[in-house]
């Protein structure tokens, strides 16, 4: 990995765009890492189908909010069957990490939690 690449990483860890919590928040998950404990509150705000906003917060490490600030740079704007397609794979090029395998479950915890938080918003309509 290179300097520059290295250098934004930190950036974005230190001064995370997409932290804190939504006001009236269309769907908000819990969800937890078994692995290494990490604890992520998620919150979307859903309007004509499109994902307008999200926040995320809680005890993270540097691999989960590099991952969550990824991810929600990638969905919002995007329909709700556009972020439903959004897979492991695809978060990962867009992270462009070398990860071990615990550090894979770092950086899909917001991932996992997004495909549950939609589901749940599915079921309340």
């Known amino acids: 990995m290179d300097?520059?690449?290295r250098s934004e990483l930190m950036?974005?860890?230190k001064d995370p765009s997409h932290h804190g919590n939504l006001n009236?928040?269309?769907v908000v998950l819990e969800k937890q890492n078994a692995f290494c404990g990490d604890k992520l509150h998620l919150s979307i705000k859903i309007k004509n189908n499109i994902i307008e906003d999200a926040k995320f917060e809680g005890s993270l490490c540097?691999?989960?909010i590099i991952g969550a600030e990824f991810l929600i740079e990638e969905i919002i704007g995007k329909?709700?069957?556009e972020a439903k397609k959004i897979d492991q794979k695809k978060l990962l090029e867009?992270?462009?990490?070398?990860l071990s395998t615990s550090r894979v479950a770092c950086a899909t915890l917001t991932l996992k939690a997004l495909q549950e938080?939609?589901?749940k918003y599915d079921k309340k309509d």
């Open 3 to 5: 300097d520059l690449y």
């Open 11 to 13: 950036e974005i860890y």
């Open 24 to 26: 009236n928040p269309s």
């Open 62 to 64: 540097f691999v989960s």
């Open 79 to 81: 329909t709700i069957e």
């Open 94 to 98: 867009l992270i462009n990490l070398n």
């Open 117 to 119: 938080a939609l589901k």
